[in-house]
């Protein structure tokens, strides 16, 4: 009786534990999904800092040869693989809707080299291929020095360090903006509620201080970007009253 009490609990562990990595792989990508929707129903791009894309996309390639040399949880490495496709997507939609919005017919492309427009091509193709070079680079530059230790730690530090930046160029926009309009919020408390759990996760399963770091940061600017929310919506009001 009470081996078949022990066999429940185990499977039932085992279960909690599937779903848990499943969370972790898809619930990354969970928080845009309002934003995208938001997006195509203002069909404007505003309000969203597709800077966010070029964190996570940077964040999330260099974890990928990170976990090469230090190989850690799979779910985690499936969960960048699942976040370069959902920023691509993105950075796809918002290429879209400022294609059919543009009034100039002047068009700037990453072959231009210039840097007063980096981030700010007028073609997905043109992220498409920053993509490529910056795997490539990254390639070239792991395998070169996967024996030393310290690189591969460096990598680590520096892939989370970038992936706990993500909030900050959406703060940056809605400061430069003064309003938080077009930002979805559902987005924020999505990304705040991915991240207290994510930094469970990784402290539960003793990952890479790295990983930890990197989630308490996160917290930080979500809770950060919740204020000007608030603190913007307060203004408008005194404005309008």
Known sequence: MEQGSEENMESSWTLLSWLASAVMVFGGAVPYVPQYQEIQRTNNTEGFSTRVCLVLLVANILRIFFWIGKQFELPLLLQSVV??????????????????????????????????????????????????????????????????????????????????????????????NRSTRGMSVKMVLLWTAGDIFKTTYFMINESPTQFVVCGAVQILIDIAILLQVGYYSQDTRIKLG
């Open 83 to 176: 976040m370069i496709l959902t920023m691509l997507a993105m950075l796809h939609l918002c290429c879209s809707i400022q294609s059919s919005n543009r009034v100039s017919t002047k068009q700037h492309h990453i072959t231009d080299l210039d840097l007063l427009y980096f981030w700010s091509w007028s073609s997905f193709e043109d992220y498409l291929m920053f993509c490529f070079a910056f795997t490539l680079l990254c390639a070239f530059v792991t395998f070169l020095f996967l024996d030393w230790v310290l690189f591969v730690e460096a990598l680590g530090s520096l892939a989370v360090m970038f992936e706990a930046m993500l909030g900050l160029p959406q703060l940056l926009q809605n400061y430069n």
